[in-house]
T-cell receptor, first 115, second 112 residues
Framework: GAGVSQTPSNKVTEKGKYVELRCDPISGHTALYWYRQSLGQGPEFLIYFQGTGAADDSGLPNDRFFAVRPEGSVSTLKIQRTERGDSAVYLC?????????????FGPGTRLTVL | GNSVTQMEGPVTLSEEAFLTINCTYTATGYPSLFWYVQYPGEGLQLLLKATKADDKGSNKGFEATYRKETTSFHLEKGSVQVSDSAVYFCALTSGGYQKVTFGTGTKLQVIP
């Protein structure tokens, strides 16, 4: 079946611009997660949705980052006034439930480059 | 807070060699432990997991045993193949929270 998809696969933008990154989770998965992976590092947690609500946004680095999931399926990560330090691969994952033992299925990521 | 420490790479092995990638962790409560793999040009995928002490996770010839006494979850494979070349991430969830804490990853290169 279809896995987690993310669009665009690559995004190049200029410092100060606004960007939106989209995630389509596996159909029926209620839990959705965003992570950020910098070069040579492991992914770092940003935010977790259970249904439409953000259950844990403790990983968002500052108020320039915001994410929504209005209908409990597709999610959009929004970054305002981008900075060069925001350059990374942004990963989305989903799971069928919200237990900490559940497998999270990852998308291929969006590579964001801020010039 | 939670953290995962894994051996630095890259690790280069000849085909059919024995593989060990070390992983230790610090966590509150009783964590669940995972190994994820990232093949070149592909997304992260779960390789194996263990959710309680002394459990052994296994998949595709890889194994890891949850050792609470040593807070370790080392990844092993008896005979690696060229197709195992990838980056391997040790990870955990803890305290009922869903966010995954990852290690920095270990790149494995298997040469024929």
């Amino acid at each position: 079946g279809a896995g987690v998809s993310q669009t665009p696969s690559n995004k190049v933008t200029e410092k100060g611009k606004y960007v939106e990154l989209r995630c389509d989770p596996i159909s029926g998965h209620t839990a959705l997660y965003w992570y950020r992976q910098s070069l040579g590092q492991g992914p770092e947690f940003l935010i977790y949705f259970q249904g439409t609500g953000a259950a844990d946004d403790s990983g968002l680095p500052n108020d320039r980052f915001f994410a929504v999931r209005p209908e409990g399926s597709v999610s959009t990560l929004k970054i305002q006034r981008t900075e060069r330090g925001d350059s990374a691969v942004y990963l989305c994952a989903s799971s069928s439930h919200s237990s900490s033992t559940d497998t999270q299925y990852f998308g291929p990521g969006t590579r964001l480059t801020v010039l | 807070g939670n953290s995962v420490t894994q051996m630095e790479g890259p690790v280069t092995l000849s085909e059919e060699a024995f593989l060990t990638i070390n992983c230790t962790y610090t966590a509150t409560g009783y964590p669940s432990l995972f190994w994820y793999v990232q093949y070149p040009g592909e997304g992260l995928q779960l390789l194996l997991k263990a959710t309680k002490a002394d459990d052994k996770g296994s998949n595709k010839g890889f194994e890891a045993t949850y050792r609470k006494e040593t807070t370790s979850f080392h990844l092993e494979k008896g005979s690696v193949q060229v197709s195992d070349s990838a980056v391997y991430f040790c990870a955990l969830t803890s305290g009922g929270y869903q966010k995954v804490t990852f290690g920095t990853g270990t790149k494995l290169q298997v040469i024929p």
